[in-house]
């Protein structure tokens, strides 16, 4: 990788820590996209809240 690759990839993470106050590490910073792109590309299943259809039944109708 050369380094003005580098140079915009690293001033791009920081940009990313500094949106996001929760994410600590760079490294942690890193994982978060790299699950995100997975994720929007379909290469991971999307992140679903809440039961799977299968545990679904009468008690759990509100």
């Given at each position: 990788?050369?380094?003005?690759?580098?140079?915009?990839?690293?001033?791009?993470?920081?940009?990313?820590?500094?949106?996001?106050?929760?994410?600590?590490?760079?490294?942690?910073?890193i994982?978060?996209?790299?699950?995100?792109?997975?994720?929007?590309?379909?290469?991971?299943?999307?992140?679903?809240?809440?039961?799977?259809?299968?545990?679904?039944?009468?008690?759990?109708?509100?």
């Amino acid at each position: 990788m050369n380094a003005l690759y580098t140079d915009k990839i690293e001033t791009a993470l920081r940009s990313f820590i500094a949106d996001h106050p929760g994410t600590l590490s760079r490294d942690q910073a890193i994982a978060t996209i790299l699950e995100n792109w997975f994720t929007s590309h379909g290469y991971l299943p999307p992140g679903q809240e809440g039961l799977r259809p299968e545990d679904l039944d009468a008690s759990n109708d509100d």
